[in-house]
């Protein structure tokens, strides 16, 4: 790890003024300075800052970008009104890794591919450009990276467990200073720029994360496919909402961005099944020599947590 900078900040706009990365919880920007993917010079401690979860006027909740992901998920509003949240807390990670994690670094999760992770290999994600050559991982090991919205120069795939949960519900994430981005939409997919993960600018400060009053999102549910029941990532996820003839629908582990199944949800709400949903959505799959297999499987998963929340 290359030598860098501490210090702590007392309020936002000093946190800003700093020039710095944040650091809140560290459960990834740490493991990518060790890899010296990051070298920051100065690291600025933001985890003490915007620690309450509010219920809003409207019904809705506010959520401070420093509240622990372990806070979040036992929360007693967001497991009676927003399950779905909770459960991809949980499923998300150990319990050592969420009472560290924080909403806003959740959110801001880098790609676990493990070209962008290993300095030695090109990667456009890393060193950005747009060169297909810079991208060893359409040739190489792909198995669990991107079927839907990658490009010739990344097929990575967003590892956020959470942000799969909040665009569904349809959140929206609170910037200092600026306004609120809306999920989906705060994510971006690779296009000309992957080394771009979002919509923020170098220096920008998620203060919050809220979500809407969503009478539907006490029925919903989150299902996760992983290689072992043990911490790890998703092979593909889903989040599912019902109810009143509405439905919610977004996808984890098969895009550079949390995936929402807008196609799908058309189907549902004309009355259509979910085998007709699934693959209306997957239908725009480009699956790579190696992940054809997460196809039937995200279509499998949507039609389990169908059933799940129609029961």
Same mark, same amino acid.
């Given at each position: 790890m290359k030598p860098f900078a501490y210090e702590r900040a007392s309020d936002a706009a000093s946190a800003i003024a700093s020039g710095g990365r944040y650091l809140a919880g560290g459960t990834n920007l740490v493991d990518l300075m060790k890899l010296e993917v990051e070298t920051p010079e100065l690291l600025v401690d933001v985890r003490d800052l915007n620690t309450e979860i509010e219920e809003t006027a409207d019904g809705g909740l506010r959520i401070g970008a420093g509240v622990t992901n372990s806070a979040l998920a036992a929360h007693p509003l967001v497991r009676e009104r927003y399950p779905v949240l909770s459960q991809s807390?949980?499923?998300?990670?150990?319990?050592?890794?969420?009472?560290? =994690?924080?909403?806003?670094?959740? !959110?801001?999760? %880098?790609? $676990?591919? *493990?070209?962008?992770?290993? +300095?030695?290999?090109?990667?456009?994600?890393?060193?950005?450009?747009?060169?297909?050559?810079?991208?060893?991982?359409?040739?190489?090991?792909?198995?669990?990276?991107?079927?839907?919205g990658h490009s010739e120069a990344c097929v990575a795939t967003h590892p956020s467990d959470m942000a799969v949960a909040l665009t569904a519900l349809g959140a929206s994430v609170h910037v200092e200073g600026g306004p609120a981005i809306p999920m989906p939409g705060f994510h971006r997919l690779p296009g000309d720029e992957p080394q771009r993960d979002t919509l923020l600018d170098p220096g920008e400060l998620i203060v919050a994360v809220e979500l809407p009053p969503l009478p539907? =999102?006490?029925?919903?549910?989150? !299902?996760?496919? %992983?290689? $072992?029941? *043990?911490?790890?990532?998703? +092979?593909?996820s889903v989040a599912?909402?019902?109810?009143?003839?509405?439905?919610?629908?977004?996808?984890?582990?098969?895009?550079?961005?949390?995936?929402?199944?807008?196609?799908?949800?058309?189907?549902?709400?004309?009355?259509?099944?979910?085998?007709?949903?699934?693959?209306?959505?997957?239908?725009?799959?480009?699956?790579?020599?190696?992940?054809?297999?997460?196809?039937?499987?995200?279509?499998?998963?949507?039609?389990?947590?169908?059933?799940?929340?129609?029961?």
């Open positions: 807390l949980v499923n998300g990670a150990s319990g050592q890794l969420r009472n560290l =994690a924080t909403v806003g670094g959740n !959110l801001l999760q %880098r790609t $676990r591919c *493990s070209y962008f992770q290993d +300095v030695t290999k090109p990667c456009n994600k890393r060193q950005g450009g747009r060169d297909p050559k810079n991208c060893p991982a359409r040739e190489g090991e792909h198995r669990n990276l991107a079927i839907l539907m =999102a006490a029925n919903s549910v989150y !299902l996760k496919v %992983r290689d $072992r029941a *043990s911490f790890a990532f998703a +092979v593909v599912v909402a019902a109810g009143d003839g509405d439905f919610r629908v977004a996808f984890g582990g098969v895009a550079h961005v949390p995936w929402r199944a807008e196609r799908a949800e058309e189907v549902l709400r004309g009355g259509g099944s979910a085998e007709e949903a699934a693959d209306a959505e997957l239908a725009a799959a480009r699956p790579l020599r190696d992940n054809a297999f997460k196809v039937p499987l995200a279509k499998n998963l949507l039609v389990q947590a169908l059933g799940e929340v129609a029961a």
